[in-house]
T-cell receptor, first 114, second 116 residues
Framework: DAGITQSPRHKVTETGTPVTLRCHQT?????MYWYRQDPGHGLRLIHY???????DKGEVSDGYSVSRSKTEDFLLTLESATSSQTSVYFC?????????????FGPGTRLTVL | AQKVTQAQTEISVVEKEDVTLDCVYE???????LFWYKQPPSGELVFLIR??????QNEISGRYSWNFQKSTSSFNFTITASQVVDSAVYFC?????????????FGAGTRLFVKA
């Protein structure tokens, strides 16, 4: 199994509070991704990183920011959480930026915004 | 624009039945890749198969088989003699090159229930 951990695994927070989710990998993969999973939508890409300090927006990036100061860590921040951001968040990694590369997923973080 | 449609939201079968999960995709690119991932009740997504747009050969892996047809833009997944352990959500995904790397679009998923 790919060495990917996410923390916290579960979080309940209130509207308007900042939240940071952490993804940590031990595979030394260059590419890291944050997805959210919602019923009826599958997984949607929030942001991704193609190297330390190199990030780009995905399909649903509004309300989210990311940072990657080390190869192994990719942080997702909700500056001011809203109820629409209640979701399951998955981190994924891949070792290349080629479209044929499969992604390896973390265990997910279930976030509830009240 | 890319799009992946998994029209079957939920499927319920009895153990040992065969079941096919449908996946239809849309893309304007000639080079792309199709994937299937499995999400068991534990929650983690597990890679099952990858197929590139130039290879329409069907693939069989044990009880799993995949049928890729470019003419109908479909990449269907069949489980033969289903087992309770096959109960999961299955995602089809389309990946193609994009600025900065690649872009992957997932379908909404099909939840498969296999009853004993």
């Amino acid at each position: 199994d790919a060495g990917i951990t996410q923390s916290p695994r579960h979080k309940v927070t209130e509207t308007g509070t900042p939240v940071t989710l952490r993804c940590h990998q031990t595979e030394n993969h260059r590419y890291m991704y944050w997805y959210r999973q919602d019923p009826g939508h599958g997984l949607r890409l929030i942001h991704y990183s193609y190297g330390v300090k190199d990030t780009d927006k995905g399909e649903v990036s509004d309300g989210y920011s990311v940072s990657r100061s080390k190869t192994e860590d990719f942080l997702l921040t909700l500056e001011s959480a809203t109820s629409s951001q209640t979701s399951v968040y998955f981190c994924a990694i891949s070792d290349s930026g080629q479209a044929d590369n499969e992604q390896f997923f973390g265990p997910g973080t279930r976030l509830t915004v009240l | 624009a890319q799009k992946v449609t998994q029209a079957q939201t939920e499927i319920s079968v009895v153990e040992k039945e065969d079941v096919t999960l449908d996946c239809v995709y849309e893309t304007r690119d000639t080079t792309y890749y199709l994937f299937w991932y499995k999400q068991p009740p534990s929650g983690e997504l597990v890679f099952l198969i990858r197929r590139n747009s130039f290879d329409e050969q069907n693939e069989i892996s044990g009880r799993y088989s995949w049928n890729f047809q470019k003419s109908t833009s479909s990449f269907n997944f069949t489980i033969t003699a289903s087992q309770v352990v096959d109960s999961a959500v299955y995602f089809c995904a389309l990946s193609e090159a994009d600025t900065g790397g690649f872009k992957t679009i997932f379908g909404a998923g099909t939840r498969l229930f296999v009853k004993a």
